[in-house]
């Protein structure tokens, strides 16, 4: 089988590739921004004293976590209209920031209580506690499970080439209709895919290590 393998198709269709692998790039770090500003407002919101934000927030985790999310996806897409590229960002922003939020406020509550009634009784709002007591260490405590949460974010880009976004995924499939050397293709998409997480990995681990202190 090694044999009859042609390397050299992947040269012929770097063009496609490169296209791809851009497109990948640009929607999982779309993906991973507005997933970590929806995700993170969302616990922020969880950890608020208030039974009704509790019951929203918590509804909001729960229906978007149980929905995988390709049906997201074909909801956005064939049932609501969303044009193509709208409705695979959005669809990764909701995805993962259902989990994020639930990443957020477990930070939150691993703050010790009595540094937020501190903040509270010297007269301080949510938002300056927020900003100045919980976030900077909640940041800290909440970096290796975020890291985890991005790379999702790279791995389920690959389901927007089902409504014909020209990803990494989309361009595989195409030289593989094209030429038939799927295994090339996909071995090429994949070792990129690991790239990419890598990449995302490598900035994580130095924020990390960064913020933590020797």
Same mark, same amino acid.
């Given at each position: 089988?090694?044999?009859s393998l042609?390397? @050299?198709?992947?040269?012929?269709?770097?063009?496609?590739?490169?296209?791809?692998?851009?497109?990948?790039?640009?929607? *999982?770090?779309?993906?991973?921004?507005?997933?970590?500003?929806?995700?993170?407002?969302?616990?922020?919101?969880?950890?608020?004293?208030?039974?009704?934000?509790?019951?929203?927030?918590? +509804?909001?985790?729960?229906?978007?976590?149980?929905?995988?999310v390709i049906?997201?996806?074909?909801?956005?897409?064939?049932?609501?209209?969303?044009?193509?590229?709208?409705?695979?960002?959005?669809?990764?922003?909701?995805?993962? *920031?259902?989990? %994020?939020? =639930?990443?957020?406020?477990?930070? %939150? #509550? *691993?703050?010790?209580?009595?540094?937020? =009634?501190?903040?509270? +009784?010297?007269?301080?709002?949510?938002?300056? %506690?927020?900003?100045?007591?919980?976030?900077?260490?909640?940041?800290?405590?909440?970096?290796?499970?975020?890291?985890?949460?991005?790379? @999702?974010?790279?791995?389920? *880009?690959?389901?927007?080439?089902?409504?014909?976004?020209? =990803?990494?995924?989309?361009?595989?499939?195409?030289?593989?209709?094209?030429?038939? #050397?799927?295994?090339?293709?996909?071995?090429?998409?994949?070792?990129?895919?690991?790239? %990419?997480?890598?990449?995302?990995?490598?900035?994580?681990?130095?924020?990390?290590?960064?913020?933590?202190?020797?």
């Amino acid at each position: 089988m090694l044999q009859s393998l042609d390397w @050299s198709i992947l040269w012929q269709f770097r063009a496609a590739l490169w296209n791809g692998l851009l497109t990948t790039l640009w929607i *999982s770090a779309v993906g991973i921004l507005g997933s970590t500003l929806a995700g993170v407002a969302v616990g922020c919101l969880a950890a608020v004293p208030s039974l009704l934000l509790r019951r929203l927030t918590a +509804s909001y985790t729960e229906l978007l976590r149980n929905l995988p999310v390709i049906v997201k996806l074909f909801f956005l897409y064939f049932v609501l209209g969303v044009p193509a590229i709208p409705a695979a960002l959005l669809t990764l922003i909701l995805h993962q *920031s259902a989990y %994020i939020a =639930d990443v957020t406020r477990a930070g %939150i #509550r *691993s703050v010790p209580r009595g540094q937020v =009634d501190a903040g509270l +009784s010297l007269g301080h709002g949510w938002w300056q %506690i927020y900003r100045h007591i919980l976030l900077p260490q909640v940041l800290r405590i909440v970096i290796p499970p975020m890291t985890t949460q991005y790379v @999702s974010v790279v791995k389920n *880009s690959a389901v927007v080439a089902l409504i014909s976004v020209e =990803d990494l995924t989309y361009q595989t499939q195409e030289i593989n209709v094209e030429t038939f #050397r799927g295994f090339e293709a996909a071995t090429a998409a994949t070792v990129l895919y690991i790239a %990419i997480s890598a990449v995302v990995i490598g900035a994580m681990t130095r924020l990390y290590a960064r913020l933590a202190g020797p």
